[in-house]
Protein backbone atom coordinates (compact mmCIF):
# COMPACT_ATOMS: atom_id res chain seq x y z
CA UNK A 1 0.00 0.00 0.00
CA UNK A 2 2.50 2.44 1.56
CA UNK A 3 6.38 2.41 1.53
CA UNK A 4 9.23 0.32 0.10
CA UNK A 5 8.21 -2.73 -1.79
CA UNK A 6 8.77 -6.03 0.05
CA UNK A 7 8.23 -9.68 -0.61
CA UNK A 8 4.44 -10.81 0.44
CA UNK A 9 3.43 -9.44 3.90
CA UNK A 10 0.37 -11.51 4.32
CA UNK A 11 -2.20 -13.21 2.85
CA UNK A 12 -5.70 -14.25 2.84
CA UNK A 13 -7.54 -17.80 1.11
CA UNK A 14 -10.25 -17.36 -0.05
CA UNK A 15 -9.67 -13.88 -1.23
CA UNK A 16 -12.84 -11.90 -1.20
CA UNK A 17 -11.45 -9.84 -4.62
CA UNK A 18 -11.67 -13.02 -6.41
CA UNK A 19 -14.97 -12.57 -7.49
CA UNK A 20 -16.09 -15.14 -10.71
CA UNK A 21 -15.71 -12.07 -12.97
CA UNK A 22 -11.89 -11.11 -12.17
CA UNK A 23 -11.10 -15.22 -12.21
CA UNK A 24 -12.78 -15.60 -15.50
CA UNK A 25 -11.15 -12.18 -17.01
CA UNK A 26 -7.72 -13.78 -15.60
CA UNK A 27 -8.41 -17.12 -16.91
CA UNK A 28 -8.98 -15.84 -20.41
CA UNK A 29 -6.97 -12.55 -20.35
CA UNK A 30 -3.61 -13.96 -19.13
CA UNK A 31 -3.73 -17.63 -18.12
CA UNK A 32 -5.14 -19.25 -21.38
CA UNK A 33 -2.75 -16.94 -23.53
CA UNK A 34 -0.03 -17.60 -21.58
CA UNK A 35 -0.14 -21.49 -22.00
CA UNK A 36 -1.11 -20.63 -26.07
CA UNK A 37 2.09 -19.08 -26.20
CA UNK A 38 3.73 -21.75 -24.33
CA UNK A 39 2.61 -24.26 -26.78
CA UNK A 40 3.33 -21.92 -29.79
CA UNK A 41 7.39 -21.90 -28.21
CA UNK A 42 6.89 -25.78 -27.93
CA UNK A 43 6.85 -25.63 -24.26
CA UNK A 44 3.72 -28.06 -23.11
CA UNK A 45 3.73 -26.76 -19.47
CA UNK A 46 2.93 -29.49 -16.66
CA UNK A 47 3.63 -28.01 -12.92
CA UNK A 48 2.69 -25.08 -10.22
CA UNK A 49 2.68 -21.91 -12.51
CA UNK A 50 2.07 -18.84 -10.24
CA UNK A 51 0.80 -15.20 -11.40
CA UNK A 52 1.92 -12.57 -9.26
CA UNK A 53 -0.99 -9.98 -10.14
CA UNK A 54 -1.98 -6.14 -9.28
CA UNK A 55 -5.92 -5.09 -9.34
CA UNK A 56 -5.95 -1.73 -11.06
CA UNK A 57 -8.49 0.42 -12.92
CA UNK A 58 -7.57 -0.81 -15.67
CA UNK A 59 -7.35 -4.39 -14.89
CA UNK A 60 -5.48 -7.12 -13.29
CA UNK A 61 -2.24 -6.73 -14.20
CA UNK A 62 0.84 -9.24 -14.31
CA UNK A 63 3.85 -8.28 -11.78
CA UNK A 64 5.52 -11.81 -12.63
CA UNK A 65 5.34 -15.56 -13.33
CA UNK A 66 7.20 -18.26 -11.00
CA UNK A 67 7.39 -21.67 -11.54
CA UNK A 68 6.43 -22.51 -7.95
CA UNK A 69 4.11 -21.55 -5.28
CA UNK A 70 3.29 -18.24 -4.28
CA UNK A 71 5.33 -17.28 -0.50
CA UNK A 72 3.02 -17.00 1.30
CA UNK A 73 0.17 -17.32 -0.57
CA UNK A 74 0.53 -21.21 -0.30
CA UNK A 75 0.53 -20.74 2.76
CA UNK A 76 -2.82 -20.07 3.34
CA UNK A 77 -4.36 -22.49 0.25
CA UNK A 78 -2.07 -26.00 1.96
CA UNK A 79 -4.14 -25.57 5.14
CA UNK A 80 -7.79 -25.60 2.96
CA UNK A 81 -6.91 -28.25 0.66
CA UNK A 82 -8.67 -31.40 1.92
CA UNK A 83 -7.03 -33.09 -1.53
CA UNK A 84 -4.13 -35.53 -1.41
CA UNK A 85 -1.37 -32.59 -2.60
CA UNK A 86 0.79 -35.21 -3.67
CA UNK A 87 -1.86 -37.04 -5.45
CA UNK A 88 -2.82 -33.66 -7.32
CA UNK A 89 1.08 -32.92 -8.25
CA UNK A 90 1.83 -36.52 -9.36
CA UNK A 91 -1.69 -35.72 -11.81
CA UNK A 92 -0.32 -32.59 -13.05
CA UNK A 93 3.01 -34.12 -14.21
CA UNK A 94 0.92 -36.61 -15.66
CA UNK A 95 -1.06 -34.43 -17.63
CA UNK A 96 -4.06 -35.51 -16.12
CA UNK A 97 -5.17 -32.94 -13.13
CA UNK A 98 -8.38 -32.78 -14.90
CA UNK A 99 -9.80 -35.82 -13.94
CA UNK A 100 -8.38 -35.25 -10.45
CA UNK A 101 -11.09 -33.79 -7.91
CA UNK A 102 -10.36 -31.41 -5.37
CA UNK A 103 -11.84 -30.23 -2.39
CA UNK A 104 -11.52 -27.35 -0.34
CA UNK A 105 -11.89 -26.63 3.64
CA UNK A 106 -14.91 -23.85 4.18
CA UNK A 107 -12.95 -22.02 6.51
CA UNK A 108 -11.08 -18.71 5.91
CA UNK A 109 -7.29 -18.91 6.02
CA UNK A 110 -5.15 -15.88 7.07
CA UNK A 111 -1.31 -15.54 7.03
CA UNK A 112 0.73 -12.63 9.02
CA UNK A 113 4.20 -13.00 7.90
CA UNK A 114 6.42 -11.54 11.05
CA UNK A 115 9.71 -10.11 9.76
CA UNK A 116 12.95 -8.57 10.95
CA UNK A 117 13.23 -5.02 12.13
CA UNK A 118 14.36 -3.14 8.98
CA UNK A 119 13.08 -5.07 6.64
CA UNK A 120 13.76 -4.95 3.35
CA UNK A 121 16.04 -2.52 4.00
CA UNK A 122 19.36 -3.31 6.59
CA UNK A 123 18.30 -6.05 9.05
CA UNK A 124 20.39 -8.38 11.81
CA UNK A 125 19.80 -11.96 11.97
CA UNK A 126 20.80 -14.22 14.49
CA UNK A 127 17.94 -12.93 16.99
CA UNK A 128 16.70 -15.73 19.40
CA UNK A 129 12.61 -16.50 18.44
CA UNK A 130 10.57 -17.61 21.53
CA UNK A 131 7.14 -18.60 22.59
CA UNK A 132 6.79 -20.96 18.82
CA UNK A 133 5.16 -23.39 20.97
CA UNK A 134 3.56 -22.04 22.89
CA UNK A 135 -0.34 -21.65 20.85
CA UNK A 136 -0.53 -25.34 19.12
CA UNK A 137 -3.71 -25.84 18.02
CA UNK A 138 -5.29 -27.60 15.11
CA UNK A 139 -5.97 -24.35 13.54
CA UNK A 140 -3.10 -22.37 13.75
CA UNK A 141 0.05 -23.03 11.90
CA UNK A 142 3.56 -21.33 11.74
CA UNK A 143 5.89 -21.80 8.53
CA UNK A 144 9.43 -21.52 9.12
CA UNK A 145 11.30 -18.66 6.29
CA UNK A 146 14.12 -16.60 7.28
CA UNK A 147 14.74 -19.22 10.28
CA UNK A 148 17.99 -21.30 11.42
CA UNK A 149 18.12 -24.18 13.82
CA UNK A 150 20.95 -23.37 16.42
CA UNK A 151 21.55 -25.45 19.58
CA UNK A 152 20.41 -22.26 21.79
CA UNK A 153 16.79 -22.49 19.49
CA UNK A 154 15.64 -21.06 16.70
CA UNK A 155 17.28 -18.11 15.50
CA UNK A 156 16.08 -15.44 13.00
CA UNK A 157 18.08 -15.82 9.01
CA UNK A 158 16.54 -13.93 6.68
CA UNK A 159 13.88 -10.39 6.81
CA UNK A 160 10.88 -12.55 6.23
CA UNK A 161 11.07 -14.82 9.23
CA UNK A 162 7.84 -16.72 9.95
CA UNK A 163 4.32 -17.08 8.38
CA UNK A 164 1.57 -17.52 10.79
CA UNK A 165 -1.62 -18.66 9.43
CA UNK A 166 -4.99 -19.47 11.30
CA UNK A 167 -8.29 -20.85 9.85
CA UNK A 168 -11.29 -19.59 10.87
CA UNK A 169 -15.51 -19.32 10.12
CA UNK A 170 -14.95 -16.07 9.01
CA UNK A 171 -11.70 -13.71 7.52
CA UNK A 172 -12.52 -12.12 11.15
CA UNK A 173 -12.53 -14.94 12.71
CA UNK A 174 -8.79 -16.15 11.07
CA UNK A 175 -7.75 -12.57 11.09
CA UNK A 176 -7.92 -12.58 15.17
CA UNK A 177 -6.58 -16.01 15.46
CA UNK A 178 -3.72 -15.44 13.66
CA UNK A 179 -2.40 -12.11 15.24
CA UNK A 180 -3.52 -13.61 18.80
CA UNK A 181 -0.57 -16.25 17.82
CA UNK A 182 1.89 -13.60 16.33
CA UNK A 183 1.33 -11.58 19.55
CA UNK A 184 2.64 -14.82 21.32
CA UNK A 185 5.97 -15.17 19.09
CA UNK A 186 8.71 -13.02 20.06
CA UNK A 187 12.26 -11.77 18.76
CA UNK A 188 14.13 -8.53 18.95
CA UNK A 189 12.71 -6.60 16.15
CA UNK A 190 10.05 -7.99 14.85
CA UNK A 191 7.85 -6.41 12.89
CA UNK A 192 4.59 -7.15 11.01
CA UNK A 193 1.87 -5.64 9.40
CA UNK A 194 -1.29 -5.35 11.35
CA UNK A 195 -3.66 -4.84 8.52
CA UNK A 196 -3.88 -7.57 7.10
CA UNK A 197 -7.17 -9.17 6.29
CA UNK A 198 -8.59 -6.09 7.84
CA UNK A 199 -12.08 -4.81 7.04
CA UNK A 200 -13.14 -7.83 5.33
Not at 100 to 129: E, F, H, L, Q
Amino acid sequence: DEGPNTGGMGAISPSPHATDSLLDQVQHEIIIPTLDGLRREGCVYRGVLYVGLMLTAGGPKVLEFNCRFGDPETQVVIPRLKSDLLELLYACANGKLEDASIDWDDRTAVCVVMASGGYPGNYSTGKSIEGLNTDVRDDVFVFHAGTKSHVAGTRTAGGRVLGVTALGESAAAAREKAYQSVGKIRFDGATYRTDIAANM
